[in-house]
């Protein structure tokens, strides 16, 4: 009975390892490669998959996502010749297993040796100054490369990155003081740019008060001009309506000459026509004073007349 018990015992292992190796589980975004005495077979998606034991074997399993692969610094010089340590980034998917598989032994180190000799290509035609601005450019065209190549081997250059461009220490630092020397420039700019502002919009105000100050003098001379004037013609007004004589005209009148002169605003005297009558009435009324004033007067008139003679 114990040969038997080890017989079954046996089959029973036998069978259970034909059961794991019959059944594979393929996990959501992988594949595996079978093969049968060493020949590829066919390729095993997700899911739940059959396979001949002991006949069929699984080569290899390979995830379908994309991958991102960090390349280290690689030394590029530039066209005019200058050493730069580039680091790369490749984002990359297995499109076909199978290829991937059979097409390239290392399909990782394949792509990082072709994206160094790339590279190298494609800064050896810039100079720094461009290699430093042109980040996108070179993206594209090492993406473009590296899709063309790696396409036989089931690969998909979704995207390339350069993460980093590091030039020579010494021209790091003549690139830094030549922006702080740029700096320096533009805030010294901006600050002449801003007294230049700041004295104009002082001068503007200076101006525009200037304005209205000689607006508001003029302003309030005319005004008083205005006010003097309809006092004199208000006693003007009251003289003539009140009947005033001759000699009473005249006083009046003599009375509002340095009143019109007063005040530094008036530079025009307005001197009424009848000026000359009242001063013939006051001059004959101080004729009647006595017979000296009349003669006086002739007299006067005399040497007012020898002027017209001669």
């Not at 046996?10 to 595996?32: M, R």
């Not at 190298?120 to 490369?145: C, F, H, K, P, Q």
């Amino acid at each position: 009975m114990e040969p038997i018990i080890i017989v079954l015992i046996i089959l029973v292992v036998l069978v259970f390892i034909a059961l794991i190796k019959t059944i594979q589980v393929i996990p959501q975004a992988s594949a595996a490669i079978v093969e049968r005495f060493g020949r590829y077979t066919r390729t095993l998606n997700a899911g739940l998959n059959i396979v001949v034991p002991f006949i069929d074997s699984i080569r290899n399993r390979i995830d379908l996502r994309e991958q991102v692969v960090p390349f280290p610094p690689q030394p590029v010089i530039t066209q005019d010749n200058l050493v730069v340590n580039i680091d790369t980034v490749i984002y990359y998917q297995v499109t076909d297993a199978r290829a991937a598989t059979y097409e390239v032994a290392s399909y990782i180190q394949a792509i990082e040796q072709l994206t160094v000799t790339t590279l190298r290509n494609i800064i050896g035609g810039m100079d720094l100054e461009r290699t430093l601005t042109s980040r996108e450019e070179i993206n594209a065209a090492l993406r473009g490369v590296l899709d063309e190549a790696t396409g036989k081997w089931g690969i998909r250059v979704n995207r390339v990155e350069l993460k980093a461009i590091e030039p020579p220490t010494s021209i790091q630092d003549s690139m830094e003081k030549q922006m702080r020397a740029d700096r320096d420039k533009r805030a010294a700019i901006l600050t002449a740019e801003g007294i230049r502002q700041s004295q104009i919009l002082t001068a503007e105000g200076e101006k525009q008060s200037a304005i209205l100050r000689a607006e508001g003098e003029a302003r309030a001379a005319a005004l008083r001009a205005e006010g003097e004037a309809q006092a004199i013609r208000t006693v003007f007004e009251s003289i003539h309506a009140g009947d005033a004589d001759q000699k009473l005209l005249a006083y009046q009148y003599l009375q509002m000459l340095p009143k019109i002169a007063e005040g530094d605003a008036n530079k025009l005297w307005i001197v009424p026509s009848e000026i000359g009558d009242a001063l013939k009435g006051l001059s004959g009324a101080m004729g009647n004073f006595g017979p000296m004033g009349g003669n006086q007067g002739g007299a006067a008139t005399e040497r007012r007349e020898k002027p017209s003679v001669d």
